[in-house]
Nanobody, 130 residues
Framework: QVQLTESGGGSVQPGGSLTLSCEASGPGYARNCMGWFRQVSGKEREGVAVIHTSGGATVYADSMKGRFTISQGKAKNTVDLQMNSLKPEDSAMYYC???????????????????????WGQGTQVTVSS
């Protein structure tokens, strides 16, 4: 069973930075795909970034490219999301998700939700406001 715990959310001014961290437990093979997703109340959840923890491949949503970086943390069971140049429209509940990705699984399909991840954290709130 994979369990995920997010941390690092908070309030920041536009242009500021935050780093979210997702700590995972459970078998490594069951969480070789990990991603960050976000949702604003009343809107659909959207993919932010996904990483394949075995090979290190990453994908990002277009609006996050160049501003956000997903990476494995210093501890191998953590995945971080470094968020720079934050905008008010980045305000949302951010969720960490994980699952086993079979060989050949497209990370873009994970990002889009076509390939569904079944393990989710409780979320951490990010608010960008002046």
């Amino acid at each position: 069973q994979v369990q995920l715990t997010e941390s690092g959310g908070g309030s920041v001014q536009p242009g500021g930075s935050l780093t979210l961290s997702c700590e995972a437990s459970g078998p490594g093979y069951a969480r070789n795909c990990m991603g960050w997703f976000r949702q604003v109340s009343g809107k659909e959840r959207e993919g932010v970034a996904v990483i394949h923890t075995s090979g290190g491949a990453t994908v990002y949503a277009d609006s996050m490219k160049g501003r956000f970086t997903i990476s494995q943390g210093k501890a191998k069971n953590t995945v971080d999301l470094q968020m720079n140049s934050l905008k008010p429209e980045d305000s949302a509940m951010y969720y960490c998700a994980a699952d086993h990705c079979f060989e050949g699984t497209s990370l873009n399909s994970v990002l889009s939700g076509t390939f569904k991840l079944h393990n989710w954290g409780q979320g951490t709130q990010v608010t960008v406001s002046s």
